[in-house]
């Protein structure tokens, strides 16, 4: 005998009908839903290698000193 399952508010959830057909159904979505995932990630990090700016650091530096600068001249 199958335990009783309950959803988030306490109540008994329904055994379904067909559990082989959603088992399978559910599979097949996990995969795709993985390699979609993984399959964005290769993309965005070669993306990232191919535009990599060695520079880009250096920029905040000199947004902050800027920052620093008009906070010295406005007196804050």
Known sequence: MRPIQ???FGEPVA???EP????????VALRFGVALFWG???VIVAARAAY???DFAERFGN???AIGHLRTIVGA
Do not use: N
């Open 20 to 27: 082989g057909r959603a088992t399978a159904t559910s599979r």
């Open 6 to 8: 309950f959803d988030p």
């Open 63 to 65: 947004v902050a000193a």
């Open 40 to 42: 964005l990630v290769v």
């Open 52 to 54: 990599f700016d060695p």
């Open 15 to 17: 055994a379904s009908s």
